[in-house]
């Protein structure tokens, strides 16, 4: 071999050794890239998950009230302090980060009765007007599938106004307007969408609201459940803008989940179902929203039923309803945004309870004779 042929070879496994070790600091910077990659979603998920527990009550049931002295001249990390050694925040960073993301300020010396079922809007509140929460002088319960009609009446019997009065307030678009411009991230336009029945269906949140002056008035006793609402939702947001849905479709699927389950267990596989046919283009065909359709409640819901002309009516229109049906709890809520992946197209509620999930039409008329038509 020649001498130029010896250099022409040698320069050219140099290059071979410098593509190969290339090679190798590539595979090395695309491992590394992939393990920042998992850690950061990793940290990501489980600070968002912190934070959302942390801006939660400590505890929603216990509304005996602790003794809280707030001294002349303390600081927000002061004031964070003493609220969780008293056990009336989870954490005290994330109360300063909420305050200061929130540019919350103006909170007054006192001596306060603070509640670990507190939301953290209402502590803030109290801090800043000076207000002492005293005792209970009247409570509003709101069942998880409520619908507007019953939960107003259930603010006429404890409010001392009328259910006509309560109804008209909440379908009142002043009083809407008013939570818009509070709550914008909630609620949204999509409120006022065709063929809606009640604009603020689905946005009064399931829960137990405490009150403590004997004539509040009915515009404060309303926005306390919206503001729940939106204090439930908020955290979801991101989750709701990957997946492309508002919070108005969000909240409607939640409702058929809410009026469809009967355990905790089956909502993950309800809401499975429902986005199946959403996919496939079949209709819903969900007996509630013929029942919200015909305004009533019953029992059963027979074959003439399910011909109401309505746009609630998925047996005959695709797709979700206009609206929420009811107002969901947080279960229905996560399970909307967390269907179980499964082939379900089809499901019944027995009646000791149980939901069987078929993924045929005939597997489902079997399951409907042996459980419902034969008995």
């Known amino acids: 071999m020649s001498e130029a042929d010896s250099n022409k070879h040698s320069i050219q496994n140099k290059l071979l050794e410098k593509q190969q070790e290339a090679k190798v600091i590539r595979k090395i910077v695309l491992v590394i890239f992939v393990v920042i990659v998992i850690l950061m979603t990793g940290l990501i998920g489980g ?3 912190y934070i959302k527990s942390a801006l939660q009550p400590v505890d929603e049931k216990d509304k005996n009230a602790i003794n809280v002295n707030i001294p002349i001249g303390s600081s927000v990390s002061t004031i964070a302090a003493i609220l969780e050694e008293k056990k009336i925040i989870k954490d005290e960073k994330v109360f300063k980060y909420y305050v200061k993301f929130k540019n919350e300020s103006g909170f007054q010396a006192g001596n306060y009765k603070l509640t670990p079922s507190m939301e953290i809007e209402d502590i803030v509140a109290s801090l800043k007007s000076g207000k002492v929460i005293t005792d209970v002088v009247f409570q509003i319960s709101v069942p998880e599938g409520i619908q507007i009609r019953d939960i107003a009446k259930s603010i006429a019997k404890h409010s001392g106004f009328t259910e006509k009065e309560v109804l008209s307030r909440m379908n009142n678009k002043e009083f809407i307007a008013m939570m818009q411009k509070k709550y914008p991230e909630t609620i949204t336009k999509d409120i006022y969408g065709q063929h809606i029945k009640y604009p603020l269906e689905g946005y009064f949140y399931p829960a137990t609201y405490p009150f403590y002056e004997k004539k509040p008035s009915l515009d404060f006793i309303l926005e306390e459940m919206i503001k729940k609402t939106h204090t439930v939702v ?3 947001l991101p989750q709701l803008e990957e997946k492309k849905l508002s919070v108005h479709q969000f909240l409607t699927m939640a409702s058929l989940i809410e009026e469809e389950a ?5 909502r993950n ?3 499975s179902v429902f986005y199946n046919r959403i996919e496939k283009k079949m209709p819903l065909q969900t007996d509630p929203t013929v029942l919200y359709a015909l305004g009533e409640h019953k029992d059963r ?3 003439k039923d399910l ?4 746009p609630y009516n998925t047996y005959k ?3 979700l309803p206009p609206g929420p049906i009811a107002n969901p709890g947080d279960q229905s809520m996560k399970a909307a945004l967390e269907p179980e992946k499964t082939d379900f197209l089809y499901f019944l509620a027995t009646k000791k309870g149980e939901v069987i999930f078929t993924k045929t039409l005939e597997e489902h008329n079997k399951a409907k004779a042996e459980h419902i038509t034969n008995k």
Do not use: A, H, N, R
Request: charged share 25%.
């Open 47 to 49: 600070g968002y998950l």
């Open 234 to 236: 908020f955290p979801y």
């Open 262 to 266: 009967t355990k905790s267990v089956d």
């Open 269 to 271: 596989k309800i809401s």
């Open 301 to 303: 819901v027979y074959y």
């Open 307 to 310: 011909e109401v002309k309505s």
């Open 317 to 319: 229109v695709k797709g």
